[in-house]
């Protein structure tokens, strides 16, 4: 009933930027928090940024000042503005979003999008 579509993701060198989307689609009444989780190869998966319904956002310390997360609640589309990239950016992103849909709220993820950086 509800997908979380990611794109964006590719291969940058250090220090340049990327942009991710995901858009969420199907029945959807309401979204709560929406947010970006990345894994590492070996890596547990960690919190990058989050962003709730009245615009307040959470960032990991390994990216405050260069990541920024944006929500178009219009489209139900989160973005993550990715600037100064460095190596250890490096896994796959995932977007999370809670959404009220028919009959119950449950967290959503999107399949992922792979980010390289390398030189």
């Known amino acids: 009933q509800v997908q979380l579509v990611e794109s964006g993701g590719g291969l940058v060198q250090p220090g340049g930027s990327l942009r991710l989307s995901c858009a969420a689609s199907?029945?959807?009444?309401?979204?709560?928090?929406m947010g970006w989780y990345r894994q590492a190869p070996g890596k547990q998966r960690e919190l990058v940024a989050t962003?709730?319904?009245?615009?307040?956002?959470n960032y990991a310390d390994s990216v405050k000042g260069r990541f920024t997360i944006s929500r178009d609640n219009a489209k139900n589309t989160v973005y993550l503005q990715m600037n100064s990239l460095k190596p250890e950016d490096t896994a796959v992103y995932y977007c999370?979003?809670?959404?009220?849909?028919?009959?119950?709220?449950?967290?959503?993820w999107g399949q992922g999008t792979q980010v390289t950086v390398s030189s």
């Open positions: 999370n979003a809670r959404i009220k849909t028919v009959g119950t709220i449950g967290d959503y």
């Open positions: 199907g029945i959807i009444f309401s979204i709560y928090a």
């Open positions: 962003g709730s319904s009245g615009a307040r956002t």
